[in-house]
């Protein structure tokens, strides 16, 4: 008689003697990521989504489905109708410089790139949420290291428009005050540092570089 499919035999050992040909094992087939959302609110700290779909359903025991959505953290500085938020963010946000490149390519395709800068901190205090990173996107943080001096990059968009300055950077800020920083992607990772210099031409290595958000 014909082989039924029933994924179930591979466990009793009672399966059809053609049951490998006629019930093949089918895996999980997905979509490519969609591109990145916004961010869920403006003006605040919040996330952006990306999400695939199931192409095919797992059949006869077949690899399961992957995650179907991801997170990350960002933020926006402009309003749903377009105008700047008003309130200043503090602390400083961050995250990985290896967002730079995306953002210049961005900015010089619409002809609004402008020069940015670059400012070098002192870590003095991590929380140890920073080493505990689960996700992809927040590997990065494992290069936060009290002690250690880390670059962070100002380009657009975090780049303001009227005082040509990134929110947090510690403009103005007294000589060895405290300044505090945190993590977009990951709340529980923030710490001070002290403002060490402002480099008109940016020059930061792959390791231990950061953007301003």
Known sequence: GPCYCD??????????????????????????WSAWSGCAEPCKTTYRVRTRHIIQEP???GEACPALEERAGCVE???RQ?????????????????????????????????????????????????????PSHTHWMR?????HTVCVECQQPALHATSLHCRGD??????????????????????????IRQL??????SVHSFLFI
């Open 7 to 32: 994924q179930a035999c591979a466990r009793t050992l009672d399966c059809c003697h053609d049951y490998a040909q006629a019930c093949p094992v089918i895996p999980c087939v997905v979509s490519q």
């Open 59 to 61: 059949r006869n025991e």
């Open 77 to 79: 500085y402009w309003t």
């Open 82 to 134: 377009g105008t700047e938020c008003q309130q200043s963010l503090i602390p400083a946000l961050i995250t990985t410089g290896g967002f730079g490149k995306a953002r210049k390519k961005r900015a010089a395709a619409d002809g609004s790139e402008r020069a940015g800068y670059c400012v070098e901190f002192q870590l003095v205090a991590i929380t140890p949420g920073c080493l505990h990173n689960h």
């Open 143 to 147: 290069y936060l290291r009290e002690g």
């Open 170 to 195: 510690g403009t103005g800020s007294q000589r060895n005050q405290l300044l505090h920083w945190q993590a977009v992607g990951n709340h529980q990772c923030k710490g001070t540092w002290r403002r």
């Open 200 to 205: 008109d031409t940016c020059s930061c290595p």
